[in-house]
């Protein structure tokens, strides 16, 4: 029994290195070849639109850390007691604190990408293409935000792996799409923002699908949000924020 469990861990830890090599190969490859292939192709002044919406769009992040920072914490204890009733009490109720938080924070966001060239500088030639890569930028934003409930489900069950692993595949598939349009169709950053889209909507599914085959007790329910739940995961994440 001791020998099954070494042999368990230490197939996670080799898991894990792999993931994390995985990752930084890709980082690497993207930092040298991706992004001066795009600045290449798009042209600076073009291209910074790219890293702005990132990271005006990723500021909201820090909201939605709030409900689900102490969710792997709250769902440990439960889901080795096997009190799966209690796991998915939380996991609906972070579920729908990070569906409501989101929709908040992209409502703006969409709103914004629609009127970006009255909020930014955006050359008159590139408005249309800017105005789809803020919108797409923010959709998958929300996914994003809706796929790390049910990723943080996968972490609490001791398959830390899986983020590394997936992260890597998103990226991925996403500068793959970029790349394969461009040679395609006309350089745009339009293409960029479909390529984050699409692989946020990937990796969801990906990602729900490793929720569900690590817990096949997984239920998603509205009936199974609690308020009390919410409020506890909001307490306890609100320093974590």
């Not at 293409?129 to 790390?148: E, G, S």
């Not at 960029?192 to 569900?212: C, E, M, N, P, Q």
Request: some cysteine; aromatic content about 12%.
């Amino acid at each position: 029994m001791q020998s099954e469990v070494l042999i368990m861990k230490n197939s996670k830890v080799i898991k894990a290195v792999l993931s994390q090599s995985l990752l930084f190969i890709v980082n690497v490859a993207a930092a040298l070849f991706y992004t001066p292939y795009l600045l290449n192709c798009l042209g600076g002044e073009a291209y910074a639109f790219y890293p702005l919406s990132l990271g005006i769009v990723n500021f909201g992040s820090v909201i939605t850390v709030i409900s689900t920072s102490m969710l792997s914490a709250f769902l440990i204890n439960d889901y080795r007691a096997g009190n799966f009733e209690k796991v998915n009490e939380f996991i609906n109720s972070a579920l729908f604190s990070n569906f409501l938080t989101a929709s908040l924070i992209s409502l703006p966001f969409m709103v914004g990408s629609v009127f970006v060239d009255k909020i930014l500088n955006v050359p008159a030639r590139i408005v249309y293409d800017v105005r789809l890569l803020f919108a797409t930028v923010t959709a998958a934003f929300f996914i994003t935000q809706i796929r790390n409930t049910f990723m943080v489900t996968c972490m609490a069950s001791g398959n830390r792996y899986l983020n590394s692993s997936q992260k890597a595949v998103e990226k991925i598939i996403a500068m793959g799409i970029a790349v394969s349009a461009f040679f395609i169709f006309k350089a745009s950053v339009v293409w960029i923002g479909a390529g984050v889209l699409a692989a946020a909507i990937i990796r969801f599914y990906i990602t729900l699908h490793s929720a569900k085959t690590i817990f096949p007790a997984l239920n998603i329910d509205k009936r199974l949000i609690r308020k009390s739940a919410v409020k506890e995961l909001f307490s306890a994440g609100s320093w974590n924020a």
